[in-house]
């Protein structure tokens, strides 16, 4: 591991103060940031426009912490697997997928995740830390280079649901989202970005007042506050009445509807009462349900419930004019579906 400062961790206006008092010229901050975030390079020597004096003050002090992908797999249905080896070791999965009009890249927030839904595969790994905003930037570059080189097209959409809980490393995950926006880095719409979490009340209100433009889906799995804690053990400290409040106050303040994910398991949510309580919850605050496919993670006590009552969830849910889809799993023979990821290598 280098002593060295990452370059990427500097804003520019850090950097511009250091070249100045080092007797550079500052619109050379302009040129390097360019380098390292539209052009991604990966060492400073790529760097053409900048005089020798300069890049060997660059290669003497900082280096560049691109990830480097560790191992790369790719499902029969075309979704890539990447397993990314950051700067101290440590290993986080992720995803691409691919569908007839859109190139989703499915990042992670942290190395393990500090949650414990024990239907995940991800809880099962220890949190070890969280992921600087580079490190989920580099992800979204790498992704969207594999969606050019492997189907011709760039990345279009972005969602939070690799491992790790991205409400618990909000600041590096806003950071990594401006990033990604702004104009200087990838320049993507907010609007193609969905920030998948647990369920964290407080934070959720606080990105409520930051004026966000991305959208928000959390993982909800159960309206019923006793039957969530059981599947979701965090939720005894923080109650589905605290969720809703602050997803009411997300709604009031950003006017963006919530989209619940939501697991059927055989004899776990799969009753009228659990279709009743979810219906009543969506009646609350403008949202809608995606039902997701549950993918085995080998613990006998989680089974997917069968197509008889997702249909039942879905004709319920659209009798009372709730919008519901069901969403197929990608990339299953590869373990690279969500709660699948970790470190399966
Ligand atoms: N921590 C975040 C993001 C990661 S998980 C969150 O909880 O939202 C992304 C999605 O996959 C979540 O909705 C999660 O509940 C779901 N998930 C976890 N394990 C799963 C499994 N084995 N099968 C299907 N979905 C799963």
Not at 68 to 94: P, W
Not at 308 to 313: E, F, M, T, V
């Amino acid at each position: 591991m280098s002593s060295k400062k990452d370059i990427r961790s500097l804003n520019e206006d850090d950097l511009k103060e250091i070249l100045i008092s080092n007797s550079f010229k500052s619109f050379r901050a302009n040129q390097i940031f360019h380098w390292i975030w539209k052009k991604s390079v990966k060492s400073f020597d790529e760097m053409s426009n900048l005089p020798e004096n300069l890049l060997k003050f660059l290669n003497d002090n900082f280096v560049i912490n691109f990830i480097k992908v560790h191992r790369m797999q790719k499902s029969s249905d075309g979704t890539i697997k990447n397993a990314i080896k950051l700067f101290d070791g440590y290993i986080v999965e992720c995803v691409l997928i691919p569908t007839n009009d859109r190139i989703t890249a499915c990042v992670s927030s942290q190395v393990g995740c500090s949650l414990n839904c024990k239907f995940c595969a991800t809880a099962k790994l220890k949190r070890m830390r969280n992921l600087n905003p580079d490190e989920i930037y580099d992800q979204v570059v790498l992704i969207n280079q594999q969606g050019i080189e492997h189907f011709d097209k760039p990345l279009t959409n972005i969602v939070f649901m690799g491992m790790g809980e991205p409400l618990m490393n909000y600041n590096n995950v806003l950071k990594s989202i401006e990033k990604i926006t702004c104009k200087s880095g990838l320049g993507m719409s907010p609007k193609r970005i969905v920030v998948s979490t647990s369920g964290v009340p407080k934070i959720i209100k606080k990105i409520a007042d930051q004026g966000v433009k991305f959208k928000l889906a959390v993982s909800l799995h159960s309206a019923i506050n006793e039957k969530r804690t059981s599947i979701m053990p965090f939720n005894e400290k923080m109650s589905l009445s605290e969720l809703e409040e602050s997803l009411r106050y997300w709604y009031d303040k950003t006017k963006k509807i919530i989209t619940y994910e939501y697991v059927v398991w055989k004899g776990i949510n799969d009753t009228d009462d659990d279709i009743s309580a979810l219906v009543k919850l969506c009646k609350k605050i403008p949202s809608k349900v995606n039902l997701i496919q549950y993918n085995n993670i080998d613990d006998p006590n989680f089974i997917q419930a069968p197509m008889n009552i997702l249909n039942k969830y879905i004709k319920t849910l659209d009798s009372n004019k709730i919008k519901a889809t069901i969403r197929r799993s990608r990339g299953q023979d590869i373990d690279a579906a969500c709660g699948q990821l970790a470190n399966k290598l």
